[in-house]
């Protein structure tokens, strides 16, 4: 019996540690594990940044995992200059430079960064209470976590909650993590640090 509860506990302790573990979704070296869409500018500069900047053609941009997430928690940090207006979508999709899915935002100060957005849809979900916008630090690196269960999405932006928000749609979605560049050009934002953690 002893013996039977230990393999028990075994199982589950490495099941829980499987489920914990945290996977690094950049490298600091290259966009392995990433796909481009769209001909704005992806790559990583001299200091392990992943830097994302709009082209010549000044349109929508994105990159993607090649991976699909469901239930996860991401970590990463940015930092925004000039336009700054970007976001990390969760479970989506992209066709050509068209994506379906939902955009936690990513935008200067009076922005809303935080709120959920979804694309070619039913445009904004939810937006963050306006005091909390002071946690956003423009031109300086924020730290963002977003929870993604069931069909919850929670947002915080240097530790603090940005929005808590239920969606029917948002828990049947399908697809990976992508990162934005907004269209009309302008735009330039640092990222690193991007860690998953599937729930």
């Given at each position: 019996?002893?013996?039977?509860?230990?393999?028990?506990?075994?199982?589950?302790?490495?099941?829980?540690?499987?489920?914990?573990?945290?996977?690094?979704l950049f490298n600091g070296k290259d966009l392995s594990g990433w796909k481009v869409y769209?001909?704005?500018?992806?790559?990583?500069?001299?200091?392990?940044?992943?830097?994302?900047?709009?082209?010549?053609?000044?349109?929508?941009?994105?990159?993607?995992?090649?991976?699909?997430?469901?239930?996860?928690?991401?970590?990463?940090?940015?930092?925004?200059?000039?336009?700054?207006?970007?976001?990390?979508?969760?479970?989506?999709?992209?066709?050509?430079?068209?994506?379906?899915?939902?955009?936690?935002?990513?935008?200067?100060?009076?922005?809303?960064?935080?709120?959920?957005?979804?694309?070619?849809?039913?445009?904004?979900?939810?937006?963050?209470?306006?005091?909390?916008?002071?946690?956003?630090?423009?031109?300086?690196?924020?730290?963002?976590?977003?929870?993604?269960?069931?069909?919850?999405?929670?947002?915080?932006?240097?530790?603090?909650?940005?929005v808590n928000y239920a969606d029917e749609k948002i828990g049947a979605g399908k697809g990976?993590?992508?990162?934005?560049?907004?269209?009309?050009?302008?735009?330039?934002?640092?990222?690193?640090?991007?860690?998953?953690?599937?729930?």
């Open positions: 019996m002893k013996k039977i509860f230990l393999v028990a506990l075994l199982a589950v302790t490495v099941q829980f540690a499987f489920a914990q573990k945290k996977e690094k769209g001909t704005e500018k992806w790559y990583v500069d001299s200091n392990g940044l992943l830097v994302s900047e709009s082209g010549p053609d000044k349109g929508y941009g994105y990159l993607g995992t090649t991976a699909d997430y469901v239930d996860f928690e991401v970590e990463l940090e940015f930092k925004q200059e000039a336009n700054g207006n970007s976001g990390v979508f969760i479970r989506s999709t992209v066709d050509g430079t068209k994506v379906s899915g939902w955009q936690v935002e990513v935008a200067p100060p009076g922005n809303d960064t935080g709120g959920i957005y979804e694309s070619y849809g039913r445009g904004w979900l939810i937006k963050p209470d306006p005091e909390k916008d002071k946690a956003l630090k423009f031109g300086e690196w924020n730290k963002m976590k977003i929870v993604v269960k069931g069909d919850r999405v929670t947002s915080y932006v240097n530790g603090v909650e940005m990976g993590v992508l990162l934005q560049i907004h269209d009309g050009g302008g735009i330039k934002v640092y990222w690193r640090n991007i860690v998953l953690k599937k729930l």
